[in-house]
């Protein structure tokens, strides 16, 4: 080996090959060969540097072969490159090809003037140990400090491709052979020659990846392009490169602690990349590393705020979600629903100066102020312009935090982007504000709730927000105390539901809401297709706004024909049709009830009776019919029987997640639900939304997720399954249970065209139609993670049962479905259709021949 002893300064690059085949070390000792400009293959200076032309023992490590008396380029009399290569044998010769030559005459002209005496020094070893110890070996012998490994260059042993764990591994082993001695594993400096064909995932991941060249000219041209790349992109450009850094971002630092502070490892970090935000992004997910929080990607902008949404409603998880310049916009309407549900966390969007000239993807500048935007919808926000304020503006932004008005926008500046954290100790952050004061539970206004629990009508329904635990408790005490009817809501599917800790709930009647309101609901609250006098019931809202969403009723109606209580801690979202509005904490108007029930055996005898008797039904005939396509109410009634068994027998726990359409609406109104969902509409009801957070959701939950999506939504946002492929097999996150997203196709926007044609006789025209490809079947594992496409044309009992319990698994079910407008809580009109187990005079009366009167 040449000992470098004509100066101990001369920098000298390493190059490694690992394979077990000779030729592709010669190939690549041809290329650098070429480089350092051996133009004579049958001289060389030897691996002692006296021109000697030792021998080489081949690949294994052991040997090594010196060549050419150095290169000189023209006009530069200095420039002496030399090469040490492990190749066995005579120096081969470079190609000569004269598409090689081009590139090699190219890659000199700028190596000669760049690192005119530069020595290559080559290390050839069948195997990755080997490899290592040829490294160690060529290092032990050299002056520390003027060595940089320069590339890695391997091929498989075999026809099939590498696998991902057996090259990290080998870089591993290298890694702690080269110690101090300065290197990077990139895309650029590792690459990996396969035979196999492209596999299934294409991703740009720490290293290249190359179909193996079958012509030695190319992979000689690649080498000399690969190793030129280094020289200019990582060597010669170091000095730059570290004069320009900045080190860890005082922005990301400050956010993350604060957030540290407030939820620990709960607060999750969504990311979208862009070139000026990629330095903060970095320093997070460092962070989010060491300290255990979640990093939950998406395939957009749009969905990561969904994500952040989801978990918010379920998880009361803040987040952090760093997007680039421009891309304030892409949240879309779901900005206003995280306000809506005063999910707390921090939205940064970078931006341009305020006095940039048109600036390129900037909002805030002569022409346009996304500010106005945020400020119209009630969202709070901070410009954060100027790095020697940066504290003083994170300052108000985290009082923005604390008042609990939704998700705090920061609009960053690419100064303020760049500013360094401090060298010095972190100040404490200001300790969390004083929880705000909660009206108390006023006795006056308590007292006629009380009367209305305790001795008022036999029909008592209470429609749940959210709960927490305690709450939830508390709820369910009452109602079985009380004899309370429960039901939760379209946007807020699951605060009750049909089984709690396996158990079958017997007052809950289901879902009351805008649409796919459940027959019991209807049937406990009306008699003859009207809703039942005023006298004879009560309907109680618990943390909720009473929003158009949460009933199918008419302002006529609320204000009229209903009792209504409400509970809520917002003054500004007291109804004005409510009889009894109280503002007061939940927790505490719950424990102040159950104090206080004292309800007559007798009345809640009678009570219980009236829940008995809204019976459980899907209230149609055509969940019957096993027709193909199937009807949504077929499908969902043998789908909700799979889930039922599975509960009962199995102990099967399940989250469920439901888009806005038809199929959501079914799926809502149909199926058994073990606790909590989320739901797409929610808020502005965006189409969508409940796809995108699927991936959040499934990689942060313990149990299975169902997720239930028409092909109108799919249609409007991009395909979550890249996503999930990469957090999981290359991100390190883990599907705790089964995921299974059914893509309910019927080729149309069915609400809209259920609209349409309850309105007017004939089809519903072009604007509802919606062109689904079906997708081939078939299982993909991708390494880690197995997905598997089918069409599901019909409901095999023991089959979906099995693989709703498949852990780890991915199952995308398209589900052809027939139009209908049946049933399903569509609309009020609907509980006057045909097929309902009671049909009311009513019904024929629309009809305009009334027919005789039913038997009951």
């Known amino acids: 080996m040449d000992s470098g002893s004509d100066s101990d300064k001369r920098p000298r690059f390493l190059v490694v090959t690992v ?34 032309g030792g021998a080489g023992d081949g690949p294994d490590g052991n040997g090594e072969r010196g060549t050419g008396n150095g290169c000189r380029a023209a006009g530069d009399p200095g420039a002496a490159h030399r090469l040490v290569t492990d190749v066995a044998g005579p120096l081969p010769a470079p190609p000569g090809h004269p598409d090689w030559h081009t590139v090699a005459g190219r890659a000199r002209r700028f190596l000669d003037r760049v690192v005119p005496d530069a020595e290559v020094r080559h290390l050839a070893a069948a195997t990755f140990p080997a490899a290592a110890g040829a490294l160690a070996g060529a290092l032990a012998r050299r002056r520390s400090g003027d060595d940089r490994l320069a590339l890695v260059l391997t091929e498989p042993d075999g026809p099939l491709r590498q696998p991902d764990g057996t090259i990290a591994a080998g870089l591993a082993l290298l890694a702690g052979a080269l110690g101090d001695t300065p290197h990077t594993f990139t895309s650029r400096t590792v690459l990996v ?20 060249p079958d012509r030695d000219w190319v992979l000689a041209a690649d ?34 602690a604060f957030l540290d502070a407030r939820a620990g490892a709960r607060w999750g970090l969504h990311y979208y990349t862009g070139s000026v935000v990629s330095g903060l992004i970095g320093d997070l997910e460092e962070h989010a590393a060491r300290r255990g929080n979640p990093v939950l990607r998406g395939p957009s902008e749009h969905s990561l705020a969904c994500g952040a949404l989801a978990r918010w409603q379920l998880d009361g998880a803040p987040f952090l979600v760093v997007v680039t310049s421009g891309m304030v916009d892409e949240f879309r309407g779901t900005l206003a629903n995280l306000r809506e549900a005063r999910a707390r966390g921090f939205l940064v969007c970078a931006d341009s100066p305020e006095d940039a000239w048109f600036p390129f993807q900037g909002t805030v500048h002569a022409a346009e102020d996304s500010r106005e935007v945020l400020r119209a919808r009630g969202v709070p926000f901070h410009h954060l312009d100027d790095p020697a304020r940066l504290e003083e503006q994170l300052g108000a932004a985290y009082a923005s935090f604390e008042e609990d008005r939704g998700p705090v926008v920061l609009l960053a500046t690419p100064a303020v982007l760049r500013a360094p954290a401090r060298a010095e100790p972190r100040r404490p952050l200001p300790p969390p504000p004083r929880p705000r004061p909660v009206p108390e539970v006023r006795e006056d206004a308590l007292a006629p709730v009380m009367d209305l629990l305790n001795h008022g009508p036999d029909r008592v329904l209470w429609q749940c927000g959210p709960l927490d635990a305690e709450e939830e408790g508390l709820v369910h005490e009452i109602a079985s105390r009380a004899g309370v009817a429960l039901a939760d809501s379209l946007t807020r599917p699951g605060t009750v539901a049909r089984f709690r800790d396996g158990r079958p ?34 309907l109680f809202f618990l943390k909720s706004r009473i929003p158009e969403a949460a009933t199918p009723f008419s302002p006529r109606a609320l204000a009229r024909s209903l009792r209504i209580v409400q509970v809520t801690r917002e003054r500004a979202h007291l109804a004005p049709f409510a009889d009894h509005p109280l503002e007061c904490d939940a927790a505490a108007f719950l424990r102040a009830v159950r104090a206080r029930l004292d309800v007559p055996d007798a009345l809640r005898v009678r009570r219980e009776r009236a829940i008995a008797l809204s019976r459980d039904s899907a209230s149609d005939v055509v969940h019957t019919l096993p027709v193909r396509p199937m009807s949504a109410n077929y499908f ?12 009962r027998r199995h102990g099967y726990t399940w989250t469920g997640v439901f888009d806005v359409g038809r199929g959501g609406l079914s799926a809502i109104r149909n199926l058994p639900r073990t606790g909590p969902g989320f739901s797409g509409w929610y808020g502005r009801a965006l189409m969508g939304d409940a796809l995108q957070a699927v991936p959040a959701l499934a990689l942060t939950r313990d149990d299975n997720v169902l997720a239930f999506v028409g092909d109108g939504a799919a249609a409007l946002v991009p395909d979550i399954v890249p996503t999930l492929v990469q957090e999981v097999t290359l991100n390190g996150h883990r599907l705790a249970g089964n995921l299974s997203v059914f893509r309910l196709v019927d080729g149309g926007h069915s ?64 589900v052809p479905l027939e139009h209908n407008n049946e049933g399903d809580g569509l609309s009020l009109l609907s509980s006057l259709g045909w097929q309902r187990d009671r049909l009311p005079d009513l019904a024929f009366g629309m009809a305009r021949r009334p027919g005789p009167r039913p038997a009951r």
Request: aromatic fraction near 8%; glycine fraction near 14%.
């Open 19 to 52: 394979g077990s085949r000779a030729a592709f070390h010669t190939a690549v000792a041809a290329a650098l060969n070429g480089l350092t400009g051996g133009g004579n293959p049958g001289i060389g200076d030897g691996p002692d540097g006296s021109g000697s």
């Open 193 to 212: 020659y396969d035979r196999a064909p492209l596999g299934r995932v294409l991703v740009a991941g720490p290293y290249g990846r190359r179909r193996l």
């Open 223 to 256: 080498v000399a392009v690969a190793f030129t790349d280094w020289v200019q992109l990582d060597y010669a450009s170091s000095a730059l490169r570290s004069a320009s850094a900045t080190g860890r971002s005082l922005l990301g630092e400050e956010l993350a």
């Open 505 to 538: 709930v017997p007052y809950y009647l289901g879902t009351l809401g805008l649409y796919g309101y459940s027959d019991r609901v209807h049937d406990f609250l009306h008699h003859g297709g009207a809703l039942r006098p005023r006298d004879e019931q009560c």
């Open 636 to 647: 969902f009634a043998r789908l909700g029987a799979v889930l039922d068994t599975l509960v």
């Open 751 to 814: 609400v809209i065209r259920t609209y349409r044609e309850g309105r007017r006789a004939g089809p519903a025209g072009r604007q509802t139609q919606v062109l689904h490809l079906l997708d081939a079947e078939g299982e993909t594992d991708y390494g880690g993670l197995t997905v598997t496409r089918r069409v599901l044309d019909d409901v095999d009992h023991d089959m979906l049962a099995d693989r709703l319990r498949r852990p780890g698994a991915v199952d995308l079910w398209t």
